[in-house]
């Protein structure tokens, strides 16, 4: 081999290394992420919507060892505790050797992803169909959530608290529902409107029946027939929606991309695609020196408002019932907790390249994206993590040889968004975006890379540890 010139070891020693992600991994680590993939997809399936994935991950959880945390309860090192914000969000955490008022270890990801709600009285009958109103829940463009099969998942509540849970068609045999969409043949006057304005919110309604109620006296015998079936089968009448929370979701299964199958597409990966790793990894650590926490959030695709989202006081609380256990002071827990924000990052698409400034643009298989900061305009609605956090967590993760690398959520001024990040730095805590490069977020069907899923899980394992 010939000698290195002067110029190349001096391009080693200056310039940044960029990670070379899937194409340098050895062949174990590439089992290591198809294996993983294998349980990350059966996860995608069982866990659609908020309390879903809340109800697998507090299964998987216990199976782990977590019991519920207990006020007036001591915790030692090593044990395990979990707190469940109504079903919809939940906290997991492993006690520390050092005590919580030296600060935690929190990884925090959302469990809720876009879709189609049902309104509060959504069921109506046109030239004898029977359709559901929707609303539509985060950001999404509504065209794309036309034609496709689409699942029905949620609950009805009953004046006595009864919770009835509906789940209808991800069985095969199972029934599905649509949106539907007009012909391109007369979509003339259609076809002038802007991509956003295509679809317009009050056009996205579902289609549930077709069929009449048996009897030649009472109008409306479609809706009729349906509102029987619905109270067969659950017991449920017409002013049970009112009291309902029931969410049209894609009925699609996740699946693998590709010849090569190195990538996963299903509906819902922002943010399970990082929810998934987060707890598997609070569930494979054993006695943290810092307490480790995994919080699973409801609510971030709609601002992270409300009592089950990151803007309320839950995660504080948790913080300091955790302190206050060992008799120490929820301030001081948040001042000396770090967090990783555990969201997507929009992938660079080879379609679409030009949303992104290259350098600064995540890739799939390129490992788990840093990104520093989101917002839009100038950085506004964000958390610019500090650099003094940011070097801790380079550290980490080249100091455990993970694939890594950073990324913005696009061009300068073309747009933007935000996560739970600016919520959790507000108390206080350190905190910076990981996570897993997506391709087509928000689509009733993303795209994600085994490679980086995998490497989302052991940044998050090397976090916990
Ligand atoms: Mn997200
Ligand atoms: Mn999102």
Redesign the pocket.
């Known amino acids: 081999m010939s000698e290195k010139s002067k110029a190349e070891l001096l391009k080693e020693k200056l310039t940044i290394k960029h990670q070379s992600g899937l194409k340098d991994a050895s062949e174990e680590t590439i089992k290591n992420a198809f294996d993983f993939c294998e349980d990350y997809k059966k996860f995608l399936d069982d866990a659609k919507t908020e309390r879903e994935a809340n109800e697998v991950s507090l299964s998987i959880a216990k199976e782990n060892g977590f019991v519920p945390f207990v006020m007036g309860e001591t915790y030692k090192a090593g044990d395990r505790v979990y707190f469940n914000n109504r079903g919809k969000a939940v906290a997991f955490a492993v006690i520390g050797k050092e005590k919580v008022e030296n600060g935690t270890n929190i990884t925090a990801a959302h469990i809720d992803s876009?879709r189609l709600d049902l309104k509060p009285n959504p069921l109506y009958e046109e030239i004898d169909m029977a359709l559901f109103k929707t609303h539509y829940y985060?950001g999404i463009k509504k065209y794309q959530w036309t034609a496709v099969p689409m699942a029905l998942h949620g609950v009805f509540v009953k004046t006595d608290g009864t919770v009835i849970k509906v789940c209808i068609g991800e069985d095969d045999n199972d029934p599905k529902f649509v949106v539907n969409d007009l012909l391109p043949h007369l979509a003339q006057e259609q076809s002038k409107r802007t991509l956003s304005d295509g679809i317009r919110g009050e056009e996205l309604n579902v289609l549930v029946g077709s069929m009449p109620f048996k009897d030649d006296k009472a109008s409306e015998l479609v809706k009729l027939n349906i509102l029987n079936i619905l109270y067969e089968k659950y017991g449920v009448t017409e002013a049970d929606f009112l009291s309902a929370e029931l969410e049209c979701v894609p009925a699609a299964k996740a699946c693998d991309i590709g010849f090569d199958r190195s990538m996963i597409g299903a509906y819902g990966q922002?943010?399970r695609v990082c929810a998934y790793p987060a707890l598997r990894a609070i569930c494979d650590t054993k006695v943290p020196e810092k307490t480790a926490v995994c919080v699973l959030a409801d609510k971030?695709?709609i601002g992270s408002d409300g009592n089950t989202g990151l803007n309320s006081a839950f995660l504080k609380y948790v913080i300091g019932d955790l302190a206050k256990m060992q008799g120490g002071d929820e301030t001081v827990a948040l001042r000396n907790s770090k967090c990783l924000s555990a969201d997507?990052n929009a992938a660079l698409d080879p379609t679409f390249q030009d949303v992104m400034e290259r350098r600064n643009a995540s890739q799939i298989n390129r490992g788990v994206c840093v990104t520093k900061y989101t917002g839009a305009r100038g950085k506004s609605g964000t958390s610019d993590a500090n650099a003094e956090y940011v070097a801790q967590i380079r550290n980490m993760l080249d100091s455990a040889e993970i694939s890594w690398q950073t990324g913005e959520l696009g061009r300068v001024d073309l747009g933007g968004g935000g996560t739970v990040a600016m919520y959790i730095a507000n108390l206080g805590v350190d905190v910076v975006d990981l996570g897993v490069p997506v391709l087509s977020?928000?689509a009733p069907f993303e795209t994600t890379s085994k490679f980086d899923v995998y490497m989302c899980y052991k940044a998050m394992y090397e976090f916990c540890k």
Do not use: A, I, L, T
Request: charged fraction near 45%; aromatic fraction near 0%.
């Open positions: 876009p985060g922002d943010d971030e695709e997507v977020m928000h």
